[in-house]
């Protein structure tokens, strides 16, 4: 059981706690765990039947949290969800998987109509009963048939971040059991998707009925789908299903190709396979009978006259042609990264404090961060002037005593429903660096938040528009904008544009390809909330090399002084 799978239970119990309409305390107190059992890095399951660890030790897991969990991971099943389930209408947890709805609809939905399944749903939908209903608007009942249409066809696809945790808990699993020359998680996983639908392993080594073997044990495992000499597919207890396939040495390279796709691109190199009179699969490239390549991936790109081409760009997107040319761009990498541009602490949101995020962004070897809260039109979390000035000055104090690394004033500025930016002028200006974000009215219409957004990359002390998009990965769809608008606009004033490298990651591959296309100068950023989501960096790079971006594209790849002066605000005779 990884730490997804506990994440979701403990949220499915809190979403039954609101249906239940129970004390709002005790909701939080689950979805707080849940977050921060998401958040772990090391596997909770192992540390608990490693033995003596202490659940509590965890931020916002009590003693009766901790029993829960500690019951999931030793009988399967946790006890409050399995109260709850038994107390609401079963078919309720089905429902709230759908897009659009919260617990709140569902306990509308519910208590209003009587709706306790998917088909319920399907027959007040279709006799207009919800419209009628508050809190359903033509946008969301539109959401809600299309998922009632999807439902049960396709199973959720994954988000990277999680999948990274199956895929190296496997990995690291199959490696234990020893015999294993070499091992990769390819498919989509190796691409840097968002989402992965299904993970594919390939391994080699010299006896692959034993790896298969062990493969087919592996505790988390449900389901064993199918498993022969040279291939398995099993389904994990979080609903992931994984192909493993082993392969000689002399073909690991060709498997690994193969298995990586895309598929449009393998159907491209084989047409130029064929082209040469040449034949390519998970094998190998072969003339006649023999064997040409196989061994490494490279060796079969060579085969093929192509340059090796990074995983992250195999969508048929072009990149074939580059590798033909061999003028493929040289991918931006973590360790182009000189710092990070977003993250907060626990005088916002954040739950870690300044100086131990400092301490976090000094051990992975950045040389500028900037603490980015925000602003005061986030309620609870937000900081007003007097506050933000009040930690600039602790900064300027932090800044004193520090050798490598600089702490950048700044603030993640609320762009208000107005247009508006939710500080005044001579507090922005007094920043360093300002990222300018859109947490309100992300319903309005498209024409009124691009020009919200327009506002903002013509404000003189706004250097950056961050996770520019609003959308969340499985989670909620960008707003309305015309982005091209919107990145030519940052193009011409010198504004960046962040990608987001939490679970918004936003923008996305595709939009920062667009932006980058239209002269776009982008920064990369985490976002974290605490100092291990400082690691989310990876995220950013994926969607930054699936967009071909190189470190010249990334405003943070280059020295302190440099970045400061590519900023907007020093056109404008700001720092
Ligand atoms: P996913 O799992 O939906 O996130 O996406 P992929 O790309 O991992 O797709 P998957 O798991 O169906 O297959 C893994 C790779 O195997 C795929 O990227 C290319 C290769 N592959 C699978 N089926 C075919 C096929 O019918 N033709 C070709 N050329 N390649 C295939
Ligand atoms: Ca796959
Ligand atoms: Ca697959
Ligand atoms: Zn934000």
């Not at 626990?346 to 995020?357: I, P």
């Not at 947490?439 to 013509?458: N, V």
């Not at 969607?543 to 590519?566: C, E, Q, V």
Request: hydrophobic share 40%.
């Amino acid at each position: 059981m990884q730490n997804p799978d506990i994440a979701r239970q403990l949220d499915d119990v809190a979403d039954l706690l609101e249906i239940s309409a129970a004390n709002p305390f005790r909701v939080r107190a689950y979805r707080n765990a849940a977050r921060t059992v998401r958040d772990q890095p090391d596997s909770i399951s192992d540390l608990v039947r490693g033995g003596d660890f202490d659940l509590t030790q965890l931020a916002g897991v009590g003693k009766g949290i901790a029993a829960e969990i500690h019951a999931l991971i030793t009988t399967g099943k946790l006890p409050q969800r399995q109260q709850l389930v038994a107390e609401v209408p079963p078919g309720l947890l089905e429902l709230l998987r759908l897009p659009g709805l919260g617990p709140r609809r569902v306990k509308l939905l519910h208590d209003m109509l009587g709706v306790r399944t998917i088909g319920d749903l399907a027959r007040v939908t279709k006799a207009g009963k919800v419209a009628a209903l508050p809190r359903f608007g033509a946008k969301i009942i539109e959401k809600i048939q299309a998922g009632i249409g999807q439902a049960g066809k396709a199973e959720r696809r994954l988000r990277l971040h999680e999948a990274e945790q199956y895929a190296a808990a496997l990995v690291e699993y199959l490696k234990a059991g020893g015999g294993i020359d070499a091992i990769a998680a390819a498919g989509s996983f190796r691409r840097r998707r968002e989402t992965i639908g299904d993970l594919d392993l390939v391994v080699t080594g010299p006896e692959p009925a034993h790896i298969l073997e062990r493969f087919a044990h592996f505790p988390d495992v449900t389901h064993v789908a199918s498993q022969g000499p040279t291939r398995a597919t099993v389904r994990l207890s979080g609903g992931l299903q994984v192909d493993l396939r082993a392969v000689e040495p002399g073909a690991y390279g060709a498997a690994l190709q193969y298995f990586t796709g895309s598929q449009a691109h393998n159907i491209e190199l084989r047409k130029i396979a064929l082209a040469k009179g040449l034949k390519l699969n998970e094998y190998g490239v072969f003339r006649g009978a023999t064997q040409i390549a196989g061994r490494t991936e490279a060796d079969v790109y060579a085969a093929l006259g192509l340059d090796w081409v990074p995983p992250e760009l195999r969508e048929a997107r072009g990149e074939i042609a580059l590798a033909q040319r061999h003028a493929l761009p040289r991918l931006v990498t973590l360790e182009d990264m000189r710092g990070d541009l977003q993250m907060h602490t626990d005088a916002s949101d954040g739950k870690d404090t300044l100086a131990e995020m400092v301490a976090a962004a000094q051990s992975l070897g950045y040389a500028y961060i900037a603490i980015t809260e925000h602003s005061p039109r986030v309620s609870m979390a937000g900081l007003d002037a007097r506050e933000l000035r009040a930690q600039w000055r602790a900064i300027n104090r932090l800044n004193k005593g520090l050798r490598n690394l600089r702490v950048l004033k700044s603030v993640e500025c609320d762009i208000l429903e107005t247009g508006r930016m939710d500080l005044s002028d001579d507090v922005l200006r007094e920043a360093d660096y300002v990222v300018a974000t859109i947490h309100y009215g992300q319903k309005q219409p498209e024409r009124q938040i691009t020009d919200r957004l327009l506002g903002a990359i013509a404000h003189p002390w706004v250097d950056a528009i961050g996770h520019p998009t609003g959308r969340i990965v499985n989670g909620r769809p960008p707003y309305a904008l015309d982005f091209d608008a919107v990145a030519r606009a940052a193009a011409a004033a010198g504004c960046l544009l962040e990608i987001n490298g939490s679970e918004r990651l936003d923008l996305s591959d595709t939009l920062a390809a667009a932006a980058k296309a239209q002269g776009v100068r982008f920064v990369l950023s985490t976002d974290a909330h605490n100092t291990r989501e400082l690691g989310f960096m990876r995220f950013a790079i994926a969607m930054a090399r699936r967009a071909g971006l190189t470190p010249g594209d990334i405003a943070n790849t280059g020295p302190l002084r440099d970045f400061l002066k590519s900023l907007k605000r020093a056109r404008h005779g700001g720092r």
